[in-house]
C-alpha cells in the first residue's frame, strides 16, 4: 500500500474504492459483499472498504470524522441519509471486520503501533451509535452512586458526560479480596488505545423495540 495509516480514510484499498461512491446504494452494496462471504475469510482490501463505507454512513447522518479531506467530503454532499436498517447493517459489518479479518492481523502484529488504529475505530463506533437515543444520568446520580467524579485514569483529563465510563476491576489473587470491586472513570479511547487489538471494546448501542426487549427476556412462546 502507497498509503497506510490508523485513520479509515488512510489506506490506498479505501480511497480508491470511495472515488467511485455516488449513492448510499454503493456503501451497501458493499456491506453485502462482506455478507456473502459467508466464512471466507474477510482480506485487507474488503475489509479497509468496509471500515471506510461504515464511515459513510455516519458522514451521512452528520457524524463526521477527523481529519477527512475536504475533497472526500466535497464529492459526498449529495449522498442522502442513511437509513436504520442501513446503519444497522454498518455497525454488524464493522463487527465483523474486528471480530476476524487481515486488517486486524496486520494491527495486531505490533500492539504497540496500533493504539492509533484502536481510537480512530473507537471513534467510528461513538459516530454509528449517533442515530440512537440516549438517556444519561445526571452528574448528581452519578455521584450518588460512585461517590465523585474524578478525571480519566490514563490521560487525566476531565471526561464530558457523553464519554463516561466506568471501569471496574476486582483482585482474583485472594479469596479475601473476592468482594471488594474498584472503579475508575476513563475514556472509552484511552482505554482502547491501551488495549491489544483483538481486545478493543466494541461500545455499539441499538435501537430496540418494547416488543423485541420482551421477546428476549420471555423467551419463545409456548
Known amino acids: 500500500m502507497g498509503a497506510w495509516g490508523p485513520g479509515s480514510f488512510e489506506n490506498d484499498s479505501a480511497l480508491d474504492w470511495v472515488s467511485g461512491i455516488s449513492s448510499l446504494e454503493n456503501v451497501a452494496a458493499k456491506f453485502d459483499a462482506l455478507a456473502d462471504l459467508e466464512d471466507a475469510d474477510i482480506d485487507i482490501d474488503l475489509a ?34 442513511a437509513d436504520a436498517a442501513l446503519i444497522e447493517q454498518a455497525k454488524m459489518s464493522v463487527s465483523e471486520v474486528l471480530g476476524d479479518s487481515e486488517l486486524l492481523d496486520l494491527w495486531s502484529e505490533d500492539p504497540e503501533d496500533s493504539a492509533g488504529w484502536n481510537v480512530a475505530i473507537t471513534g467510528l463506533i461513538a459516530r454509528l451509535n449517533a442515530d440512537v437515543s440516549v438517556n444519561p444520568p445526571s452528574p448528581k446520580e452519578i455521584e450518588e452512586i460512585s ?5 480519566c485514569v490514563f490521560c487525566d483529563k476531565d471526561i464530558e458526560p457523553k464519554d463516561l465510563t466506568s471501569l471496574s476491576f476486582r483482585d482474583m489473587s485472594s479469596k479475601d479480596s473476592l468482594a471488594m470491586s474498584h472503579g475508575v472513570y476513563c475514556h472509552l479511547s484511552c482505554l482502547n488505545s491501551r488495549l491489544h487489538p483483538r481486545r478493543l471494546i466494541q461500545n455499539w448501542r441499538f435501537n430496540v423495540d418494547d416488543a423485541l426487549v420482551d421477546q428476549i427476556l420471555k423467551g419463545p412462546a409456548d
Do not use: F, R
Not at 61 to 75: C, E
Not at 147 to 151: D, F, T, V
Open 48 to 81: 479497509s472498504e468496509i471500515i471506510a463505507a461504515a464511515e459513510i454512513v455516519a458522514i451521512s447522518i452528520g457524524q463526521i470524522a477527523p481529519n477527512i479531506p475536504s475533497d472526500l467530503l466535497k464529492n459526498l454532499d449529495n449522498l442522502a441519509k
Open 147 to 151: 461517590g465523585g467524579l474524578s478525571p
